[in-house]
């Protein structure tokens, strides 16, 4: 949206559903004396100068969000939404920089998700005699470039990744299309909820229908925010099959045939039954004791079981006996004899399956590994479960994580049985 | 080698009416791969040498299960299932001590290795716990592999560096290197 002349700016949320993450921005002709575009109570600002604010809230019962300043400018304004992200922290790193040369060329300032599961958002802004277009940097995916009607010409862009990025520090280099002083630029990570038993995350772009509609053709763009990892197939969550007992007169529809053939067999046979095979292939790092193993690579993931890639912790979303196997390697840089070392398996931060002796470091002066531990436990939905390392008397900087392929720590998780 | 392959059960339509050769194909034949799904036991019965600071690869001479011709004569140190999938499984191997004092010198470890390019679960020790009378147990180890139905095989083998070459024990059915293998999923 946009308007001329104004104090103040109206931004529709409609559309938004209730309880989504909803960001808003106001981008102003001119430098405000002192601040930019107040947003009313309950949005948290991300950045804001004299020329624009950019925040965001939890979308409730409001329809509309109104932001105010002192003297008239032109404006444009816009607001977004992803669904999936997290409601009570959807922001990580906000950055800000400024270029005050009149350049064509911005570069966004450096942001360093703190999760592989992060995908990276760059805004722009500008006001100028003409109008200003952008050109999205390599990595960026352009959601919108908007621009005012009437000189001086406030205008901006909104890009993401797009995807979820490394836990790196990350720039991105951007044009805009005529010299404009300043550029203001914002960079920022977007945290995902963690979902149970969610496969996909999307991300929808709200489109101003009034004045950008055509643009996109819909007053929606969508875009599938995918966290797998890549190479990896998860199919949709399957629930436990109920079998019934058949009754002459039944009407054997294909609804109660795939119902009561088709879809038990698919569970049974494993191909939609919840499954997973994850291991953290990073980094090595010190271990401490007891340390839930993050896990970082995922190489199969089946049904209704979850896990944000870098965290620990794999959701549970059917009920039932599972089986597992565990793995847990260990690197010593200094043999003793002080240290033991053993495998676990937590549920809900609770030690409930020990899967390996602890067994004395003696003689085992490089790579440990205890492997192939199996473990049963009962878990019900909305457990959790962690691959978890311990030993006693470790010197932290003595005990490391393993990462070659074959010593690296790793659990296989699967339904077993109710 | 006969072909085998793992039942993809039918979605079915209203216009569908199941005669006896499609009940049989979509129904009774998925429920007996189900029930009866593929399976192997190799024991290794005859003892053998592990080479002081070498890799020694199990020979299976006893096959108590073989359900689809996973087992070849000419190469006995393989599990080479034929129908493609996810084997979930068990192995183990026990080392006889030297002589009759303690053994406790050096480390052993054992491995599920498959396509002889990685492991799958292994098991490392310090040999210094043993006494006169223990000796280097590793039963009922497990592991979860993927097998292409054709070429991907598996082995166990088994690593000691004590000072001397060490035997497997092979004189009662519970000490016996072992390897249990059963279809597990899909790949």
Known sequence: MRGTGATSATLSLSGVPTGQVVFALVCLSNNEPVTGPAFPAGWTVIATSQSYTLAWKVKAAETSVKATWTNAHQWVGHVFTYVGLDTTTPVEGAATAEYTTGSTSFVSPSVTPTNTNRWIVNAAFVFNAATRTFTPGAGLTERYDGTATVSPYPSFFWADTNAPVTQAAHTYTSTVSGSSNPVRVVSFALVPAVVRGSTTFNVDAQMDAKGHAGRFGSSTLSVDLDFEVAGVSMTPSAPLPVITTWQNGDDHDEDALNAQWRDPLLFLLKDTAPQIHAEFAGTAFNLTSPQAMPLDTVTMQRGDIYFVPGQSRIYIGVSGMYEGILQGGFALTTATTAYDFGTALYVNGVSRAICDDPICGDALSATQVFGGHFARVRLAAGDYVELVQYGHNWVSTHVKSTTSQDDRSFIKLWWAGV | ?187
């Open chain 2, 1 to 187: 080698m006969t072909s085998f392959t793992v039942p993809s059960p039918r979605t079915w339509k209203n216009d569908d009416i199941p005669d006896y050769a499609v009940l049989q194909t979509e129904l009774f034949d998925t429920m007996d791969f189900l029930a009866n799904p593929p399976a192997l036991k190799f024991r290794q019965t005859v003892q053998m040498n592990c080479t002081n600071s070498a890799w020694s690869t199990i020979i299976w001479d006893g096959i108590e299960l073989d359900t689809h011709g996973a087992f070849s004569s000419a190469n006995s140190t393989r599990a080479t299932p034929q129908v493609p999938g996810w084997y979930k499984g068990y192995f183990g191997v026990d080392l006889d001590k030297l002589g009759t004092s303690a053994d406790t010198t050096g480390r052993r470890e054992v491995q599920a290795y498959w396509n002889m390019t990685r492991s799958y679960g292994r098991k490392m020790a310090p040999a210094n716990a043993f006494t006169a009378s223990t000796f280097f147990c590793a039963q009922g180890l497990s592991f979860l592999a993927p097998f292409n139905g054709s070429t991907d095989y598996i082995q166990v083998r088994i690593w000691q560096n004590s000072g001397s070459t060490l035997k497997t024990l092979v004189s009662r059915t519970d000490y016996q290197p072992v390897l249990y293998m059963k279809w597990h999923c899909r790949l």
